[in-house]
DNA sequence: GAGTTTGAAACT
DNA sequence: CAGTTTCAAACTC
């Protein structure tokens, strides 16, 4: 418990919280070299969702028992390894441990993108050798801030070029401080900055800029001057779009920003003097007099695009262009609500969605109607099944006579016996989430009743309606006429041995069919949403807009849709009460309602149009 | 490579 | 929480 020189670094009044640190730190200060090429080091804390999404690998991550996580993984590097010029992650996670040079703990990014060289330095990018640790310069902080791209990463310093570095094995316990009054001020630190950035996906595309929408740094940044189009910008640095969590201003870098796609535009992708030339032209443009500058407008852009599942390539409209369509959209988004204001603060009047991608088909499915939707295909299945036994057992009665007639009845009986007795111990198995409480829809089930109870099922059809009671179970949708449990007590008894294959082979045929039905008509309704948005893009005519803004859909074709689809599932199988009501939200039976549902704003806060 | 600019982090 | 300071990377020359 030395002091150690680093401590003369610091000015009297940070001193504080870091005599601290010092206090137990070992003494030697390593103005390290730099022994590798100057190999960089990706940007700062951006990639660490590559460690398990959502950033649980980061020493922040457990944050106050992250820093409890961390010593043993350091200790674990310590034995596992001696240092090197390798860097080392300290992240609790099963790679950090391993000795490794960062790019082979990174997500593989492409070597030229500009994410996979956050940070990178002229020179870098000119050998283009594929990155090593980037060595820090830091001189001030010992390298146990997060000023520090090594501390902040999580990786010891080595090779950098740093000054009386305390980001070592040697003085990690000055670092645990560190790490740990780092994690006092913020729990978070050390998470990813960037969230939700599917890694596949960016990487094929993360060149055209069209790609990280899908992601975006979660405190966003608070650029000012470089229109967000400068590696300053930790959102671009990272090749991600600006999102409502930014309070930048003049932001460029959003998508459909000319600006931004002139960097990403063609080959000058790779071509990061043509890129930093553009960059400069555009915070030119944008803080000089071309009228860019606090467009407002830019940032609603980069949610309408990305909800209309368009890229860069839909027309969009500069600045006052798009005004009018912001409006309409506004009216049907509420979180994309071109609100007129300046830059700084938009996150506020953006909504929480504009960054969020949603399939063109997630305001058609609601999780509800997936339920529902597998509540039908039970009930077909049960209703097939149920004809199916009718017609065998008709005619196997005619054939064998009264006394097989007999025997069937007595089998019955035996079946029914059964199902007082044991059935509920089937039912527990099968539907293994079964509360007690719903169970007394067994005997409930009015409509298909006991007969359908007694009809086999096909192992795919039980692993459906078991799966199927499950979920309503768990969903504490409570339902007198829940088939899926009393099919799964059925389907412990299959009465006839043999000769179910047949039943199981055609109740099959009839939920696939059913199923295909469905989904041909999502396609269908996922093409109709399609065509809406697109044509609203376009300002598109106004009464298709009206109509979209509540529902989605003009009523008209919500009619036609909802008839076709009452055709596609037959009606006579499917219990009126609940199914019906909640499969039509999706694919299928139309109740006189043809909107069953309340609209509701989403998370995003948009209004999804339900059908 | 020195100096400047920039924005995040740290601090008040 | 806002304003200021510190810091180191990015950038310019």
């Known amino acids: 418990m030395e002091n150690s020189e680093g401590g003369d670094f610091f000015p009297p009044n940070k001193a504080q919280s870091e005599v601290a640190v010092s206090a137990d730190a070992a003494t030697t200060v390593q103005p390290q070299v730099a022994v590798d090429i100057p190999a960089k080091k ?136 560190a790490v740990e009054a780092t994690l006092e001020r913020n729990p978070h630190a050390f998470r990813p900055k960037i969230a939700s950035s599917p890694h596949g996906a960016r990487d094929n595309k993360e060149e055209i800029g069209d790609v990280l929408v899908l992601a975006k740094h979660n405190k966003g940044c608070h650029c000012k001057k470089s229109g967000c189009l400068k590696k300053y910008c930790e959102c671009f640095q990272a090749n991600i779009l600006c999102s409502e969590n930014c309070k930048c201003m ?13 960097l990403f535009h063609g080959d000058h992708a790779n071509n990061m003097a043509y890129l930093q030339q553009a960059a400069n032209a555009a915070i030119t ?5 071309s009228g860019y500058g606090l467009s407002p407008v830019n940032k609603k852009r980069k949610g309408q695009e990305l ?71 039970v009930l077909h299945s049960g209703e097939a099944a149920k004809m199916l036994a009718d017609e065998k057992d008709a005619s196997i009665k005619q054939a064998e006579g009264q006394r097989e007639a007999s025997l069937a009845s007595s089998t019955q ?73 009393l099919n799964c007590n059925t389907s412990s008894q299959l009465p006839h041995g043999q000769g179910m294959t047949e039943t199981y082979a055609e109740q099959e045929r009839i939920v696939l069919m059913k199923f295909r039905d469905c989904l041909n008509r999502l396609v269908d309704l996922g093409q109709l949403k399609e065509r809406k948005c697109s044509s609203m893009i376009r300002g598109a005519d106004p009464v298709d807009q009206k109509d979209m803004i509540g529902n989605g859909f003009t009523t008209t074709e919500m009619r036609n849709q909802h008839d076709s689809l009452n055709n596609g599932v037959a009606k006579s199988a499917l219990p009126q009460p609940r199914t019906t009501q909640l499969f039509s939200a999706v694919v299928t039976t ?22």
């Open 285 to 289: 443009g944008a803080i000089g007099s």
């Open 413 to 485: 009986e035996r079946v029914q016996n059964q199902k007082d007795s044991g059935t509920e111990k089937d039912m527990l198995d099968c539907c293994s989430s079964g509360d007690q409480g719903e169970k007394i829809s067994v005997e409930e089930s009015s409509l298909d009743g006991a007969d359908v109870s007694k009809r086999p099922m096909s192992p795919g059809t039980l692993a459906l309606m078991c799966d199927e009671s499950h979920t309503m179970f768990s969903a504490a949708v409570a339902s007198p006429n829940d088939l899926a449990t």
């Open 590 to 611: 139309a109740n006189n309602n043809p909107f069953p549902k309340v609209h509701r704003p989403d998370e995003n806060g948009d209004v999804k149009p339900k059908i």
């Open 307 to 377: 909800f209309f599942g368009s890229s860069v390539k839909e027309p969009v409209h500069r600045h006052g262009q798009s005004q009018q369509g912001n409006h309409i959209k506004a009216s049907v988004l509420p979180s994309l609500s071109s609100v007129p204001g300046p830059c700084v603060g938009n996150a506020a009047t953006v909504g929480p969605s504009k960054f969020t991608y949603r399939s063109l088909l997630a305001d058609l499915i609601q999780p509800q109607d997936l339920k529902e939707l597998c509540s039908v295909l």
């Open 42 to 177: 990706l940007a700062r804390q951006l990639d660490f969702t590559v460690f398990g999404g959502s950033g649980g690998q980061s020493p922040g991550t457990a944050m106050p028992e992250q820093t409890k996580q961390i010593q043993p993984l350091v200790k674990s590097i310590q034995l596992q390894r001696p240092q090197t010029q390798q860097h080392m992650v300290l992240m609790p996670t099963k790679q950090t441990a391993v000795p490794t040079t960062h790019p082979s703990i990174r997500p593989p990014l492409k070597p030229d993108s500009p994410r996979a060289r956050p940070r990178q330095s002229a020179s870098e990018v000119k050998d283009g050798t594929p990155k090593k640790q980037k060595q820090c310069n830091c001189k001030h902080s010992r390298c146990l801030k997060l000023y520090c791209e090594c501390f902040a990463s999580g990786i010891y310093c080595d090779g950098c070029n740093c000054n009386n570095c305390h980001n070592n094995v040697e003085n990690e316990p000055a670092r645990r401080e």
């Open 250 to 262: 003049d932001c460029k870098n959003f998508e459909g920003s000319e600006e931004r796609q002139a």
